[in-house]
């Protein structure tokens, strides 16, 4: 079975060009869809082979996710992971049918981020740029970058250092679909990047002179999106803060205090990287109702009616 994934995987990556979180999230995906098959297959006592996987299988590993209380979001991706591969199997000839052809999706409400003040914003900031060593110098320009930015985490942590254009003022990042964009940053985001390139890359590059990542480990390897991650949660704590917050959260962030600092939806879509303009107006409903205070606020017939009382 692992064998037919194999060539998927390498199907998607070579003649479709898929992004490399796309194929990681895939190799995990499958991975998973494999393994419960084979202990379905085990449990039943029919030989464990793609040509066995049928429509009840399938629905037992959505049951499965549901028990595990996965996310809507999390099992519509790994049902659409194995509907493309089962649509590459019966396309290349390793299956007649594909049993996922009639399989549902769970229905996704769209869910509104929830962004960090403009305070809370600062809290973090001035927490993660205490240290003085070198992961310190690190922490501090990676969390400013992805604040000024709003950049996915994947284009963060995949941007080599000469995709920083300090002099310019500018971050070169390969997107979704390896879609190439030009994100301006602010001064201080450029000064944070070039004191870590300068104090703190430097110092951790010592026994990597060859290893041409803009964010490294402690090892000297490239820093993963886990990393960051784990990263970013500890500079969270550290500031106090309580609510959730994730890579894409600072993306979130960066989209709404954008809006409500006056710029245009469609700078915005260019800047995130949103192929489609309905992606990005989702932002729109973040800034609506702080408009609406500040119009309450500041109109006098709206002052007026809303200190009445009604008869």
Same mark, same amino acid.
């Given at each position: 079975?692992?064998?037919?994934?194999?060539?998927?995987?390498?199907?998607?990556?070579?003649?479709?060009?898929?992004?490399?979180?796309?194929?990681?999230?895939?190799?995990?995906?499958?991975?998973?869809?494999?393994?419960?098959?084979?202990?379905?297959?085990?449990?039943?006592?029919?030989?464990?082979?793609?040509?066995?996987?049928?429509?009840?299988?399938?629905?037992?590993?959505?049951?499965?996710?549901?028990?595990?209380?996965?996310?809507?979001?999390?099992?519509?991706?790994?049902?659409?992971?194995?509907?493309?591969?089962?649509?590459?199997?019966?396309?290349?000839?390793?299956?007649?049918?594909?049993?996922?052809?009639?399989?549902?999706?769970?229905?996704?409400?769209?869910?509104?981020?929830?962004?960090?003040?403009?305070? =809370?914003?600062?809290?973090?900031?001035?927490?993660?740029?205490?240290?003085?060593?070198?992961?310190?110098?690190?922490?501090?320009?990676?969390?400013?970058?992805?604040?000024?930015?709003?950049?996915?985490?994947?284009?963060?942590?995949?941007?080599?250092?000469?995709?920083?254009?300090?002099?310019?003022?500018?971050?070169?990042?390969?997107?979704?679909?390896?879609?190439?964009?030009?994100?301006?940053?602010?001064?201080?985001?450029?000064?944070?990047?070039?004191?870590?390139?300068?104090?703190?890359?430097?110092?951790?590059?010592?026994?990597?002179?060859?290893?041409?990542?803009?964010?490294?480990?402690?090892?000297?390897?490239?820093?993963?999106?886990?990393?960051?991650?784990?990263?970013?949660?500890?500079?969270?704590?550290?500031?106090?803060?309580?609510?959730?917050?994730?890579?894409?959260?600072?993306?979130?962030?960066?989209?709404?205090?954008?809006?409500?600092?006056?710029?245009?939806?469609?700078?915005?879509?260019?800047?995130?990287?949103?192929?489609?303009?309905?992606?990005?107006?989702?932002?729109?409903?973040?800034?609506?109702?702080?408009?609406?205070?500040?119009?309450?606020?500041?109109?006098?017939?709206?002052? =007026?009616?809303?200190?009445?009382?009604?008869?």
């Amino acid at each position: 079975m692992q064998e037919a994934i194999e060539k998927f995987l390498n199907y998607f990556k070579v003649e479709k060009g898929g992004a490399s979180n796309t194929l990681e999230a895939y190799h995990n995906d499958l991975g998973q869809l494999r393994k419960f098959l084979e202990k379905q297959c085990s449990d039943k006592g029919i030989p464990c082979q793609w040509s066995a996987v049928n429509r009840d299988l399938l629905l037992n590993y959505v049951l499965f996710m549901k028990e595990k209380d996965y996310r809507p979001t999390t099992i519509a991706r790994k049902i659409a992971a194995a509907k493309s591969l089962f649509n590459f199997m019966v396309k290349e000839g390793y299956a007649k049918t594909d049993p996922t052809k009639n399989l549902g999706t769970p229905k996704i409400g769209r869910s509104l981020p929830k962004p960090l003040s403009i305070q =809370e914003m600062n809290v973090l900031l001035e927490e993660v740029s205490k240290g003085t060593g070198p992961e310190d110098y690190r922490d501090t320009a990676m969390l400013e970058l992805l604040y000024a930015s709003g950049m996915r985490v994947s284009e963060v942590v995949f941007l080599n250092v000469d995709d920083v254009k300090l002099e310019e003022g500018y971050v070169r990042c390969f997107g979704k679909g390896s879609k190439e964009r030009i994100i301006p940053i602010h001064s201080d985001a450029v000064n944070k990047l070039r004191k870590y390139i300068e104090k703190g890359r430097e110092k951790i590059l010592v026994h990597h002179p060859l290893e041409t990542a803009l964010f490294m480990n402690q090892k000297g390897g490239r820093l993963t999106r886990q990393g960051l991650w784990q990263i970013l949660k500890g500079h969270v704590a550290a500031a106090g803060i309580n609510a959730r917050v994730t890579p894409h959260t600072l993306r979130h962030t960066f989209a709404t205090h954008m809006l409500s600092g006056g710029a245009d939806l469609r700078s915005l879509q260019e800047l995130l990287g949103h192929a489609n303009i309905a992606t990005t107006q989702v932002y729109t409903h973040l800034t609506s109702e702080g408009i609406k205070k500040a119009y309450d606020k500041a109109h006098p017939r709206a002052k =007026e009616t809303g200190n009445k009382k009604e008869d």
